[in-house]
């Protein structure tokens, strides 16, 4: 079941990365929102505190109050990337554990393919904010941590489907999908998004092949 959207900043584009369902924004929100929009228009360099305030229809030094430093305001996009990635790729959506190999198949397609057909830009911000983190260790550690959300219920599940790796097999879960979500957001593939049965294809045929042949 999906919840209503979140109403817009003002003055957001439409499929901007804030169109994940949620509650009404904060004011956090809201500047954590256009931080993210202009990551997907203009890049990292068009991102100032000035445009955020602008583009969240906020008084001047608003975001500098919140954020002072670009470390702070990186911070801040990270924060709310995740926050609007959880909605969508919905961690608690994942079977309970022992629920078998096919529920864990359904459930990462369905995510998957509601990723990549209704919230595209979000991956171009992902991807800006993960280009960016290369380069800054400080923020790696807190991009790290925060993608430690989706991580750590995935090596649950694969350990309670009977995984005799599941770490390795979840990272492997997560290269394919990264993989699949680049191809179709910035890559050779941006054209063609692969549908649910596709996806739930592709996950079964990893799941049988790290599990022993056990998938559905």
């Not at 499929?15 to 203009?42: F, K, M, Q, S």
């Not at 989706?150 to 879960?173: Q, V």
């Not at 049965?197 to 998938?215: P, S």
Request: one cysteine or more; proline letters at 8%.
């Amino acid at each position: 079941m999906t919840a209503a959207p979140a109403p817009d900043a003002p003055g957001t584009p439409p499929d901007t990365p804030h169109d994940a369902p949620g509650a009404p924004p904060t004011r956090a929100d809201r500047i954590g929102d256009a931080a993210l929009d202009l990551l997907v228009e203009r890049g990292m360099r068009g991102l100032t505190h000035r445009a955020v305030d602008e583009r969240a229809g906020l008084p001047q030094g608003s975001t500098s109050n919140h954020a002072r430093t670009r470390q702070a305001l990186l911070e801040t996009a990270v924060r709310r990337q995740v926050e609007l990635e959880a909605a969508v790729l919905a961690p608690h959506e994942l079977p309970a554990a022992g629920a078998g190999p096919e529920a864990l198949a359904d459930a990462l397609a369905l995510a998957l393919h509601r990723y990549l057909t209704d919230h595209r830009a979000l991956l171009v911000s992902r991807y800006e904010l993960a280009l960016e983190a290369t380069r800054r260790p400080e923020l790696r550690s807190f991009f790290d941590a925060a993608g430690s959300v989706f991580h750590t219920p995935l090596i649950a599940m694969m350990r309670a489907a009977g995984s005799p790796a599941p770490e390795r097999h979840a990272l492997s879960l997560v290269a394919w999908c990264e993989g699949l979500m680049f191809s179709c957001a910035a890559g050779s593939f941006h054209a063609a998004v692969p549908g649910r049965a596709e996806l739930r294809t592709g996950f079964d045929e990893l799941l049988r092949g790290m599990l022993g042949g056990t998938g559905g």
